[in-house]
T-cell receptor, first 112, second 116 residues
Framework: DAKTTQPNSMESNEEEPVHLPCNHS???????IHWYRQLPSQGPEYVIH???SNVNNRMASLAIAEDRKSSTLILHRATLRDAAVYYC?????????????FGQGTTLQVKP | DTGVSQDPRHKITKRGQNVTFRCDPI?????LYWYRQTLGQGPEFLTY????????KSRLLSDRFSAERPKGSFSTLEIQRTEQGDSAMYLC??????????????FGPGTRLTVL
């Protein structure tokens, strides 16, 4: 499974944008980029995913580099509820189980 | 849609005892996954069911672990002869049949196991 690299932790101020980076230099052409987050004492929850083009949904935006070796999750206005561990995951579209391979993720702290 | 539920939420047991956890997926989700998460780490995949068939097991799943999903609905994860190293959060997730690379997995709240 292709690997991702994320900073261990980041800090943000409330109501400011947050850019969470992810490096995936060994990504293959069939790998989708998924982001999940895990709030304290909860199971992970889906945030967003993409293949090549930038993606937007109600939670966040995903910016994917042209060479696909990196991506950035963008929270447009961080709130205290966004404090969580954010995981960047590569999923092989050729796989037949869809299992998620989590790394250690980025712990985001949001300061009021 | 009531989400994925897991029972119990917490379990404390003594080393050597057997424990069983239950997961109720979102109805009509035919894919079901078990993960294990230790403190400070991301979740690790344990096993996968498609309907009632167990299609993949991680090397992490020793012979003391067994999982079932009778009738393709709820699932159970049993650990026999528990060891202190089994202490972790056990997470269940479900998703709807679709392209494996795009389906969203919905996670339950987890069962926290403490082995004394």
């Amino acid at each position: 499974d292709a690997k991702t690299t994320q900073p261990n932790s980041m800090e943000s101020n409330e109501e400011e944008p947050v850019h969470l980076p992810c490096n995936h230099s060994t990504i293959s052409g069939t790998d989708y980029i998924h982001w999940y987050r895990q709030l304290p004492s909860q199971g992970p929850e889906y945030v967003i995913h993409g293949l090549t083009s930038n993606v937007n949904n109600r939670m966040a935006s995903l910016a994917i580099a042209e060479d696909r070796k990196s991506s950035t999750l963008i929270l447009h206005r961080a709130t205290l509820r966004d404090a969580a561990v954010y995981y960047c995951i590569l999923r092989d579209r050729g796989g037949n189980t869809g299992k998620l391979i989590f790394g250690q993720g980025t712990t985001l702290q949001v300061k009021p | 849609d009531t989400g994925v539920s897991q029972d119990p939420r917490h379990k404390i047991t003594k080393r050597g005892q057997n424990v069983t956890f239950r997961c109720d997926p979102i109805s009509e989700h035919n894919r079901l996954y078990w993960y294990r998460q230790t403190l400070g780490q991301g979740p690790e995949f344990l096993t996968y069911f498609q309907n009632e068939a167990q299609l993949e097991k991680s090397r992490l799943l020793s012979d003391r672990f067994s999982a079932e999903r009778p009738k393709g609905s709820f699932s159970t994860l049993e650990i026999q002869r528990t060891e202190q190293g089994d202490s972790a959060m056990y997470l269940c997730a479900s998703s709807r049949q679709g392209l494996a690379f795009t389906d969203t997995q919905y996670f339950g709240p987890g069962t926290r196991l403490t082995v004394l």
